[in-house]
C-alpha cells in the first residue's frame, strides 16, 4: 500500500484537517521533536488505497543567516554583507529539529500533499519542506506526479474536500520573492543596523536601546510617525472668529445656527458681520429642504481593515490581533486571516454562512430577519486574487473563544451579516435662514430603517433633537448673535489605525508584515504606544529620523521600499529575474551604504544634543584589570560597563540586576567581578567583564558567565562549582550558587531549571570528591545544631544531592523567573551531558517541578 505525506503550516490545523479527511477515525502519535503530531488514518488518492500520514511543521522550516565569521560584528566590516558574505539556508528553530522529523516521517512516503498556508510565505515553506524530504521519498512510478499543493481558505469540512479534491502544484515564483525579500532585508538590515548600533553605543551611554536597527520597510513606519510628531512641534496656532447665533419660534428650544462663511481670520471683518446681523431682530427662512440619505453597508473585510479595527475600536495591538485572527483561524471559527480582497467570490455561500449565526443571542433575530426577508447583495470590492474576505466559519460563545478571542470574533461576525444587510436610511432636513445679509443654516437627521445598524450600532445615526416644523418665507425671533473667538489645533499624534493606512497606502510591507513592522519600532524603544494606541516617537527615534533626512532622504522615505515591493510582486508573477531583482537593489543600497558612513557625521551632530557622552553616563561600579580606576556601570540598554580612562566599553548579561561581587577579582585578567542576577526567585552568577567578551579559552563563546569558566583552579569557575548534569536540558551543568545562603540553590548555566536544597544551612560547600553511583560532585552541608534538618541531630553531612538519602527531602526542583524569554528553558530532552570535570552523567525521564529529591534521583538510576 503507497503512502501519501501531509504536512501543513501548524500542529492545531494538522489535526483538524486529519479529523476532516478522516471523518474522524485517524490515530495519533507524537513526533520525535515533541512539538508536532502525525496522525495516519487509510483512505483513497488517485483512485487508489492508500495511507496517509498528516503532519505539521510550525512555521518556517528554515531561515536565512550569513555564514558562521560573518556574523561576528567584530571582525566583518558591515560593507562586506552586501555581496561577499556568503549566505546559507539553517534551520529556524535547531531545537525542533524540524528536518530531522520530516526526514524520519517521509521516508519511503510515496506522494506529499502540502497543506501550508496559502500566501506567499506559504508557498516558500512548500519548497523547504519539500527541499527537506524528496530524497528520502520513494522514487515515481513512470512519469506519476508526486507532489501536490492543497488551496484553501478555512478549515470547514466543504473547504477542506474541496482542496483535496483540486489539487495543484506549489508556486516557485512566490516562493523565491520571498527568498527574494528575506535576503535584501537581511543584507541591507545587517549592515545599517551593525554600523549604526557599534557607532553610537560606542560614543552614547543613554540611548536605551540594545539594538539601533535599520529595516527596509521599519524605517520608513517610523518615518511616519516621527513625519506627524514634526508637524506638531512646528504647528503654531492661529486665531479665527465664527458668528454664533441663535434663534427661535414661539416656546420652541433655541436653534443654534451654523455661519455659511464658516470663519474669519480678522477679528474686525468678523465685528463687521456681526454688527450687520445684529440690525435684524427676525431670522427669516430661505429654504427648508429634505433629502433621504444612505450610509452604505461596509465592504468585505480584509486583513488591514481588520487590523485598523483592532487597534481603534477593541485597543489591541496589530500584532496582539494578527495572532489573536490566527488563533481563531487555526481554530475552524474565521477564515484565513491575511487577505487583500475586499469582494466576495461569485460562488461564495453567502446563505449557509449566515445560517450558522440565526441562533445567537447577540445578532440571531437580526440575522432571522436577514434570512426571511432576503439577504442583499455586497457592495462589489477589489479582488485581489487571493484569498476570500475575512468570514466566521462557525458559531461561537465568548467562553469557548476567552475575551480578546471572542472581541474580535464578535467584530468579524458582526461585519460580515452588516455587508450582506441594507444600508441605513435616514431623512436629512436642511433650513436654510438669513439674518440681515449674513446667511445661516441648521440641519438634522432623522432616521428611517436602521438596516446594517442594528448589528453595528456604533455606526448608527445619533438620535438628535427634531427641528421645528417651518417653510419658506417663515420667521423666527433672534435670541443672540455673538462673535466667538477660537484657535487653530495641530494634529494628533497617528495612532496605529493611522499608520497601518499610511503603510498601505505607500506600499510599505504587506497585510502580513505591516503588525511586524510596527512592533519592532516599539520594541527598539523607537515609538511609545500612549493612551488612545497613539504612537509618540522617543528622542532616539526621532534623532534617527532626522539624521536619515541630513544625510540621504530615500533611506526614510518610503518611495525605494514601494518600488521594490513592486518588483518583488513581478516576481511573484513570474514577470522579473530573482537574480537581477536582488543584484538590482543590492547596488543601489551598497551605494548609499557607503555615502552613509561617510557622512555620518551629520546625524552625529543630532545625537550629540539628545545623548550623553558615554563617559559622562552611569555611575561608578567595578575597578577596571588594566588601569585599576572604577567602571562606571551603564543601565539604560544595553548595560554595559566603560572605563573612561582606558576608553574601552565591557558588555554584560542582559534583563537582569548587576552589583559588585564582594569585590573578588578575576585571577586571570584583575577585573573585579560583578553579579548578574534575575531576581529573588531567578538564578545569579558572576560574570568577568572582560572574560565576558574575550572568552579566555578555547571551549568558551563570547557571552559566558564564571558558571561557564573552565579554569582549572578558580573558586568561582565551573570546574569548581559544578555538580552535576542538569536534569532538564541537554548541555547545561548544574553549578553551585555560594551567594545563596541561606536559601541554598544550584542553577543551570544553560536554561532556567533552579534547585533548592539545604535551606537555612550554616553553610554549603562543593567537594572535589565524586560520587561513586553518578560521578556528580560531593556536596558539603553544615548545619547549626538548633536548625538542623540532619538525622540523629547531626550537624555536618557529605553526600551527593541526587543519590544520598539523607538529602532526600531535602532538595526541591523549581524553574527561575526569567524577565525575558530566550532565557526560558527549551523541551525536556536530554542525552549524555557533562558533569563538573567533563564527566559524564546518566539520564532518564523528567518529573514534574517541585518533585522531592526522591523522585530527581530517577534522572540519574
Known amino acids: 500500500m503507497r503512502t501519501v505525506f501531509m504536512v501543513a503550516e501548524k500542529p492545531s490545523l494538522a489535526q483538524s484537517i486529519a479529523k476532516i479527511l478522516s471523518k474522524g477515525s485517524c490515530s495519533s502519535r507524537k513526533g520525535l521533536n515533541g512539538a508536532c503530531s502525525v496522525h495516519e488514518y487509510t483512505g483513497s488518492f488517485m483512485g487508489q488505497n492508500v495511507r496517509f500520514k498528516m503532519t ?35 534551520e529556524a528553530n535547531p531545537k525542533l529539529n524540524m528536518v530531522k522529523f520530516l526526514q524520519v516521517e517521509a521516508k519511503g512516503c510515496d506522494y506529499v500533499v502540502l497543506w501550508l498556508d496559502c500566501d506567499k510565505e506559504g508557498e516558500n515553506i512548500c519548497f523547504e519542506v519539500l527541499d527537506a524530504i524528496q530524497p528520502l521519498m520513494n522514487k515515481s512510478y513512470g512519469n506519476d506526479r508526486t507532489v501536490y499543493r492543497a488551496k484553501f481558505s478555512s478549515i470547514t469540512d466543504t473547504d477542506i474536500y474541496n482542496a483535496m479534491n483540486r489539487l495543484g502544484e506549489p508556486n516557485k515564483n512566490e516562493a523565491l520573492s520571498v527568498d527574494a525579500r528575506q535576503e535584501l532585508d537581511l543584507r541591507i538590515g545587517c549592515a545599517f543596523t551593525r554600523f549604526q548600533t557599534k557607532y553610537f553605543q560606542g560614543k552614547y551611554g543613554n540611548l536605551d536601546s540594545s539594538l539601533i536597527s535599520f529595516g527596509p520597510c521599519q524605517t520608513p513606519t517610523l518615518g511616519f510617525c516621527v513625519e506627524r510628531h514634526d508637524k506638531i512641534q512646528s504647528f503654531k496656532p492661529e486665531a479665527y472668529w465664527v458668528i454664533q447665533a441663535k434663534v427661535f419660534k414661539g416656546k420652541d428650544s433655541p436653534l443654534t445656527l451654523d455661519w455659511d462663511r464658516v470663519r474669519v481670520f480678522d477679528r474686525d471683518v468678523g465685528q463687521m458681520f456681526v454688527n450687520m446681523a445684529k440690525t435684524a431682530k427676525e431670522a427669516k427662512v430661505e429654504s427648508v429642504s429634505k433629502k433621504e440619505k444612505a450610509k452604505q453597508r461596509p465592504l468585505a473585510l480584509n486583513t488591514v481593515e481588520m487590523l485598523r479595527v483592532g487597534s481603534s475600536a477593541l485597543g489591541m495591538g496589530p500584532q496582539h490581533t494578527m495572532q489573536i485572527a490566527e488563533r481563531l483561524y487555526t481554530q475552524g471559527y474565521i477564515s484565513y486571516p491575511r487577505t487583500e480582497t475586499t469582494h466576495y467570490p461569485e460562488n461564495f455561500d453567502l446563505k449557509g454562512t449566515l445560517k450558522q449565526q440565526a441562533n445567537s443571542s447577540f445578532w440571531g433575530e437580526a440575522v432571522k430577519a436577514l434570512l426571511s426577508e432576503g439577504i442583499n447583495r455586497p457592495r462589489k470590492g477589489a479582488d485581489a486574487g487571493d484569498h476570500p474576505p475575512i468570514t466566521p466559519m462557525r458559531a461561537a460563545s465568548e467562553s469557548e473563544l476567552g475575551s480578546d478571542g471572542w472581541r474580535l470574533y464578535d467584530y468579524i461576525t458582526r461585519h460580515f451579516i452588516a455587508t450582506v444587510s441594507p444600508d441605513c436610511k435616514y431623512l436629512q432636513t436642511t433650513i436654510s435662514f438669513s439674518i440681515a445679509t449674513e446667511s445661516f443654516t441648521c440641519s438634522g437627521k432623522t432616521l428611517i430603517s436602521a438596516g446594517y445598524t442594528e448589528v453595528m450600532p456604533w455606526q448608527g445615526i445619533a438620535q438628535e433633537e427634531a427641528l421645528p416644523v417651518c417653510e419658506r418665507g417663515d420667521t423666527f425671533t433672534v435670541d443672540e448673535i455673538k462673535l466667538l473667538e477660537k484657535q487653530t489645533n495641530p494634529p494628533d499624534y497617528l495612532t496605529e489605525a493611522e499608520l497601518i493606512t499610511l503603510m498601505e497606502k505607500h506600499g510599505v510591507g504587506t497585510d502580513a508584515s505591516i503588525p511586524v513592522h510596527i512592533n519592532n519600532i516599539c520594541q527598539r524603544n523607537y515609538v511609545t504606544v500612549e493612551s488612545g494606541r497613539k504612537l509618540k516617537p522617543t528622542n532616539l527615534g526621532i534623532v534617527l529620523v532626522h539624521g536619515y533626512y541630513k544625510i540621504d532622504a530615500d533611506l526614510v522615505l518610503p518611495t525605494i521600499r514601494s518600488a521594490v515591493e513592486k518588483q518583488l510582486n513581478l516576481i511573484a508573477l513570474g514577470k522579473a529575474d530573482f537574480h537581477q531583482v536582488l543584484q538590482h537593489t543590492l547596488d543601489i543600497f551598497k551605494r548609499k551604504f557607503h555615502y552613509f558612513v561617510d557622512s555620518i557625521a551629520g546625524m552625529d551632530e543630532l545625537m550629540e544634543v539628545s545623548f550623553s557622552p558615554i563617559a559622562a553616563t552611569g555611575k561608578p561600579l567595578s575597578r577596571c584589570g588594566k588601569c585599576h580606576r572604577f567602571m562606571k556601570y551603564i543601565q539604560a540598554k544595553p548595560s554595559r560597563l566603560h572605563c573612561s580612562h582606558c576608553d574601552e566599553t565591557y558588555s554584560l548579561p542582559q534583563n537582569g540586576a548587576i552589583k559588585l561581587y564582594k569585590e573578588l577579582k578575576c585571577p586571570l585578567d584583575e577585573f573585579e567581578l560583578v553579579l548578574w542576577t534575575s531576581g529573588s526567585r531567578g538564578k545569579s552568577y558572576p560574570v568577568c567583564p572582560y572574560c565576558f567578551s574575550n572568552p579566555p579559552f578555547r571551549d568558551m563563546k563570547k557571552g559566558m558567565g564564571c558558571n561557564e ?29 555560594p551567594t545563596s545562603g541561606p536559601k541554598w540553590r544550584m542553577a543551570c548555566n544553560k536554561c532556567n531549571v533552579v534547585v533548592h536544597f539545604f535551606e537555612h544551612a550554616h553553610k554549603v560547600q562543593v567537594s572535589q570528591d565524586s560520587c561513586d553511583s553518578c560521578e556528580a560532585s560531593l556536596v558539603i552541608v553544615d548545619f547549626n545544631k538548633t536548625r538542623s534538618q540532619l538525622p540523629d541531630g547531626e550537624t555536618q553531612h557529605t553526600g551527593c544531592v541526587f543519590c544520598d538519602p539523607v538529602f532526600q527531602d531535602l532538595v526541591e526542583l523549581k524553574h527561575a523567573t526569567m524577565r525575558h524569554p ?17 564527566r559524564p552523567m546518566g539520564r532518564g525521564n523528567p518529573k514534574k517541578p517541585k518533585d522531592k529529591m526522591a523522585a530527581l534521583a530517577a534522572y540519574f538510576v
Request: hydrophobic letters at 30%.
Open 822 to 838: 530566550m532565557h526560558r528553558a527549551g523541551g525536556a530532552r536530554r542525552g549524555r551531558g557533562k558533569g563538573r570535570g567533563r
Open 709 to 737: 569558566c573552565t579554569h582549572p583552579s578558580c573558586q568561582h569557575s565551573l570546574n569548581s562549582l559544578g555538580i552535576g548534569q542538569c536534569v532538564e536540558c541537554e548541555t547545561g551543568v548544574l553549578v553551585f550558587d
Open 56 to 90: 505539521s511543521v510550525c512555521g518556517h522550516v528554515m531561515s536565512l543567516d550569513f555564514i558562521g565569521k560573518y556574523n561576528n560584528w567584530d571582525k566583518v566590516d558591515p560593507a562586506e554583507l552586501f555581496s561577499k558574505a556568503p549566505t546559507e539556508k539553517k
